[in-house]
Each structure stands twice: as structure tokens, then as C-alpha cells.
């Protein structure tokens, strides 16, 4: 592993904010969030086609693993519709929020996908994000809708990570994100039929963009989506998964502090908001510190048995 050096951890630093930004700018894009999405991946995959073909990287990966990652790109779609549904039914902290129990859901689903066995402190910890959850649902119950399809999008966002990285192991990491971003286009468009007959007033598509609309949705999928995504898999030759992880966990605080200085949420939430999100980002952080801890007292135990 390479050191990292002050720029890699300026670098690693902005990435995560870009995340955290993400739902910022689906607020300035005035079509909804279906559309929205529509548009974000099939730009995102021309441009992640572009990168492939530019490294001289193959496409080729096999017909079923094609279909199983087209699969996942459906889970990245209604991901994203939620993502940026949330965040305009109830408000961005609102949305970050909810999307920060993703740990809780990796802590119940890992293992029954993997075998990982239960670990008592994840338990502990995922109980602790109910209790942040039960907070924020007592206090700001007018964005129960909001908040549950935040955690709806942080259970679908679990998912197919816990995939993920099964497939990065087999394939380019770059090729299967130009298949997912695929996938959730692809999504979009099956939905479409059922979204206009029941999920509009119109039953008509917004497609049209203005300026604002078109330079946002290429900053999502140009900058957050693929240079985001190719940067932090490069910074990973340099960071510990440690690192990474916990600098990953900043990315709520970022986007609330955000969503304060821009939109002045600050005066919309109530005291239990900050209360809850305080306990859920508090359950976050703990999370790699506890992990750190047991894995050295682990260490220390193999090393005082005699070989």
C-alpha cells in the first residue's frame, strides 16, 4: 500500500463531500425525481463507457454476469428515486439522515448473505440507530413519509453494496458500475408506464430541462457519479479500509451542514431532529472505533497462543 500524502487526503475529503452534496442538487433540479434519475444514468454510463474504452479496459464479462449486474443497477434506480424523493418530501437533513442507517442494515443483511458471523457490538449499535430513528419520527412525524423513504434507500443502498463487493473481486470495478448505471436506466424506462398511469397528475413525463436542470444533472453524474466513484477506488490503493470507512462516515455531517448554509434547514428542524441524528451519527462514528479495538484485542490473542 502506498503512503498517503496531504492531497490524497484533501482528495478523499472533497469526494465525500460531493456525496454529501448529492441531495443538495437534486433540490435545484426541477424536474422529479423518476426523470431525474432517467437522466443521471444514462449519462453517467456513456461517460463510464468512455473512461473504459479510454483505459483499453474490456466489456466482456460474461452474458450472466451481465444480467446479475443489469439486476443491481434496478436496485441502484429505486435507490436513487427515493434517494431524491426524500429529500424533496421532507428536506435534505431530513434525507441524510435516514440514509446514514445504512450500517444498520449492512450489520443485519451481511450476514445472511455472507458468512459473517453476527457480531454482538453491530447489534448494539443497530439498536442504538432505532432508538436515533424513534427520536426524529417522534419529533418530526409532519416527514414520516420523508424519512422512511430515506431509510427505505439506505436498505436498497445496503444491498447492493454487500454485492458489490462480491463483484469487484471477480470484475473491473469500473466496468461493473457502466453496467449498473445501465441497469438503473434501464429500470427507469420499465417503470415509466406504471409511474405516468398512477404517479402523475398529468400522465406526461417532465423531460424538459432548463439550464440549471441540464448543468446540475452533469455535475451528479459527471463529477459525483464517475469521477467520484473512479477516485475513491483509486484512493483505496492508499488508504486502509479503516480510513476509508470512517471518512465515509463524515458524509451526512457534510451534507447537513450543507443543507444548513444554503437552505437554512436549520430553522425548519426541531430539537429532536438533532437530538435523533445526533445519536444515529454518534452510532455511525462508534462503529469503526469499536471495530479497530476488537480486531487488536483479537490480534493480541492469537499472538499469546503458542504456535
Known sequence: MQTPRLKDFLELHFIILLWGFTAILGKFISIPAVELVFYRTILASVALAVVIRLKKQSFRIGRRNIAKILGVGFLIAAHWILFFASARVASVSICLAGMATSS??????????????????EVALALLIMVGLYVIFR??????????????????????????????????????????????????????????????????????????????????ALVCTVYAYTAAVRL??????????????????????????????????????????????FSVFLHPILESVINRRQNRLKDALPN
Not at 104 to 121: A, D, G, M, V, Y
Not at 187 to 209: H, I, K, N, S, V
Not at 237 to 246: D, E, I, R, V
Open 236 to 281: 483505496m490503493h492508499k488508504f486502509s479500509a479503516y480510513t476509508m470507512n470512517l471518512t465515509v462516515n463524515l458524509e451526512p455531517v457534510y451534507g447537513i451542514l450543507l443543507a444548513f448554509f444554503i437552505f437554512k434547514e436549520g430553522e425548519q428542524m426541531s430539537a429532536g431532529f438533532y437530538y435523533g441524528a445526533a445519536i444515529i451519527l
Open 104 to 121: 444498520l442494515w449492512t450489520s443485519i443483511l451481511e450476514p445472511i448473505f455472507t458468512n459473517k458471523k453476527i457480531r454482538p457490538h
Open 139 to 220: 419529533f418530526e412525524f409532519d416527514h414520516a413519509v420523508g424519512i422512511s423513504m430515506a431509510v427505505v434507500s439506505a436498505f436498497l443502498a445496503s444491498c447492493f453494496t454487500i454485492i458489490n463487493s462480491k463483484l469487484t473481486k471477480q470484475h473491473a470495478a469500473t466496468t461493473i458500475t457502466c453496467y449498473e448505471m445501465a441497469g438503473a436506466w434501464l429500470a427507469t424506462c420499465l417503470f415509466f408506464p406504471f409511474y405516468r398511469q398512477f404517479m402523475t397528475d398529468t400522465g406526461e413525463l417532465q423531460l424538459g430541462l432548463t439550464w440549471v436542470d441540464v448543468l446540475s444533472i452533469g455535475v451528479l
